[in-house]
């Protein structure tokens, strides 16, 4: 699949991924990182310890610590790896108790931390958490408009009627449960919440909104929003790529080929947009100054945009995959630091356009560019 220029160049970056990872797991054993404070890794799990804010141990972001250790551990075979993964789990369950702080990317937490345990070891405990994080985002789907609800109410805001097209990430924690189950209700679920998303996010040229509301109780689409991109209309990058990768993730679990399609035509405008130096933007139709990037983008993007090449043939396989290898080599050569001054590797992601600070390490950033590396090499866990 790849030509030896590219292999050569992959395993260098293993190389550099396994060398860091091995002093930054030790030093980060007990947190749940998020970004870096002055490159150490900060620790989600010690912020609001004892409140039921969303932003400490419920903080969306928490199973991506446990994500990389597993995909380490897959990778090398090394048992820290494994005991450090199920440190970040143990401290999930916290989140259970206070409940109010989840939301509907219990699939973020718990398919990198509960999922990839109970597949890798058959764990029974790992398998009841993420069962019951698979009800709890089940219990979020509103009937009347066919969508999963995506937040609880904003400080200023009723968000009832609110889904994003994040959620297309969270979805495979429903058709695990289905597959592993047996009951056809989480995968219903998924799909028809996959299918509304493909009427209502994805626009005629492959761009798709953030947030859409919804009229929660006769289901209409009531507006749009720009959510973490530029504004209204425009194109959040990251946002494409939940979306590419999400529908690429449908597709593999159910064949449906309209989901396939739908990868497709993402896959088609995120390719076009990729701008010559291969740096992805915060939003594709943000203005020109001033400059703003994110690398969690181009990491998410390259995992979608490899899984459809396996998926197809020909001349059309080397599209998606030296757009991948575009973003990878970009990320590798010019947004990444390999060295002790930092625990995290790539420097420039941003959490929203419209955020206080920019290019800064994001935990998933790291999670997917590792993913995507481990992918290339045809070495991955399987953890969506
Ligand atoms: N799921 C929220 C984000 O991508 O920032």
Redesign the pocket.
């Known amino acids: 699949m790849l030509k030896e220029s590219d292999r050569v160049w992959l395993q260098s970056v293993i190389d550099k991924i396994t060398r860091k990872m091995d002093w930054v797991s030790e030093k980060t054993r007990h947190k749940i990182p998020y970004t870096t404070i002055d490159g150490t890794y900060d620790d989600r799990s010690a912020v609001n310890p004892s409140g039921d804010e969303a932003d400490g141990i419920c903080w ?2 928490n199973g991506f610590w446990g994500g990389m250790m597993w995909l380490m551990h897959h990778e090398t075979g090394l048992e820290k790896y494994k005991e450090i993964a199920q440190i970040s789990e143990e401290k999930l369950d916290l989140c259970f108790q206070k409940f109010y702080g989840l939301h509907h ?1 219990v699939g ?1 937490m718990w398919l990198p931390t509960s999922v990839a345990n109970y597949r890798v070891t058959g764990n029974p405990e790992s398998r009841k958490r993420a069962l019951h994080a698979a009800n709890l985002l089940a219990g979020r789907f509103n009937l009347a408009g066919g969508f999963i609800r995506a937040w609880n109410d904003l400080a200023d805001g009723d968000t009832r009627g609110w889904a ?1 097209i ?1 959620c297309m990430l969270n979805i495979p924690l429903l058709y695990w449960a289905s597959e592993e189950t047996g009951d056809p209700r989480f995968k219903q679920i998924a799909m028809k919440h996959a299918d509304t998303s493909m009427e209502t996010f994805v626009r005629p040229d492959g761009s798709v909104n953030h947030i859409v509301e919804f009229d929660p109780w006769n289901g209409g689409v009531v507006k749009t929003y720009g959510g ?1 991109g530029y504004e209204e209309g425009s194109s959040w990058t ?2 494409q790529t ?1 979306a590419l990768y999400g529908f690429m993730m449908s597709y593999i679990h159910t064949g449906k080929d309209e989901y396939l399609q739908t990868a497709k035509r993402i896959a088609h405008y995120f390719i076009a947009n990729i701008p010559d130096s291969g740096i992805i933007p915060v939003d594709f139709r943000q203005p020109a100054e001033p400059r703003r990037e994110d690398d ?1 983008a181009a990491a998410i993007a390259a995992c979608g945009l490899i899984e459809i090449a396996k998926r197809v043939g020909g001349y059309e396989k080397d599209v998606y995959l030296n757009a991948a290898l575009k973003l990878l080599r970009t990320l590798d050569a010019s947004r990444s630091d390999w060295t002790e001054a930092t625990d995290a590797i790539l420097q420039n992601g941003t ?2 356009y419209h955020s206080k600070s920019h290019h800064h390490a994001i935990i ?1 950033g790291d999670y997917y560019f590792i993913e995507a590396v481990f992918k290339l090499k045809g070495n991955d866990l399987y953890l969506w």
Do not use: H, M, P, V
Request: no cysteine; glycine share 14%; net charge negative.
């Open positions: 969306w972001t990317d973020f994003i994040d973490q990251r946002g939940w969690t959490g929203a998933y």
